[in-house]
């Protein structure tokens, strides 16, 4: 249900298309956000959220981009401002996994050099704009992921992207002292989407999915709850933090 507060912000998602993006999409246009659903490539999926959004009484609109290409991340938020008049929120979702485990030693130059151009050099170029784009009052969210505290074998440049993600997190609250603008991350862990899933075996999922206390996989909705609450004034007072969402793995 829209809220009248909320009427006039907007939101970017980035990696939107399916997943905990799509989720988080759904969730802050029920939360009366403006949400534009950014995609890289898969502009059919993209489109099934801003359809079921409207269909929800939501507004939604789907944008291309790359967040790996800085020009595309710049028109990303142009786009987003002339369609809705300005940018509130930032949700750096857009991100990849390895095919499986990869040990350091095995990490080949390509996939260590697209784990860093998207997971890394992508938010650093969504943050960059956003520093000077969005709103006094903006909210800006990043994923870091509970493997990087876990430090999982065959996990280590994916972590890695994580944990300097989380470093700029941290960092760039402070940078941005007297915009009134607060910085956070959200770290999920197992999470049952297409991406998680992918590559692995129902064994492997089995064991994941008991290691949590809590003894299940999250769902995006669960990381969608937390992501809408960062975004919200209830969260005025939570700068620079990192929220590990993974029902007590770490």
């Keep these: 249900m829209s809220t009248q507060a909320n009427v006039s912000k907007v939101a970017i998602v980035t990696g939107a298309s399916r997943g905990i993006g799509a989720a988080i999409a759904k ?10 659903v950014n995609y890289a490539g898969r502009a059919a999926d993209a489109q099934a959220v801003v359809d079921s ?6 507004r939604a609109a789907t944008i291309q981009a790359d967040v790996a290409v800085p020009a595309q991340v710049a028109a990303l ?37 697209r784990l860093i151009a998207i997971n890394l050099k992508g938010t650093f170029n969504t943050l960059r704009v956003a520093a000077k784009k ?6 800006i969210i990043n994923f870091s992921s509970s493997v990087q505290a876990l430090a999982l074998p065959g996990y280590s440049v994916y972590a890695a992207t994580k944990a300097a993600v989380e470093t700029m997190t941290n ?6 002292r007297g915009r009134h603008i607060t910085v956070n991350a959200v770290a999920p862990g197992p999470t049952a989407t297409e991406l998680f899933l992918k590559d692995k075996t129902p064994e492997q999922v089995e064991h994941l999915a008991k290691m949590p206390p809590l003894e299940r996989l999250g769902q995006p909705e669960d990381i969608a709850a937390v992501v809408s609450f960062l975004a919200s004034d209830a969260a005025g007072w939570v700068d620079g933090q990192t929220l590990r969402v993974n029902g007590g793995i770490v």
Excluded: C, W
Excluded at 53 to 58: K, T, V, Y
């Design 53 to 58: 959004i409207e269909a929800a009484g939501g």
């Design 171 to 176: 960092i760039f609250a402070k940078e941005l």
């Design 77 to 113: 938020f142009d786009q987003t401002v002339t369609l809705f008049g300005g940018v509130d929120i930032v949700v750096n979702n857009a991100g990849i996994m390895q095919p499986g485990l990869v040990s350091l030693v095995d990490t080949d130059d390509t996939l260590f050099d």
């Design 134 to 139: 969005l709103r006094s009052g903006g909210r």
């Design 27 to 36: 969730r802050l246009a029920a939360d009366g956000i403006a949400v534009v």
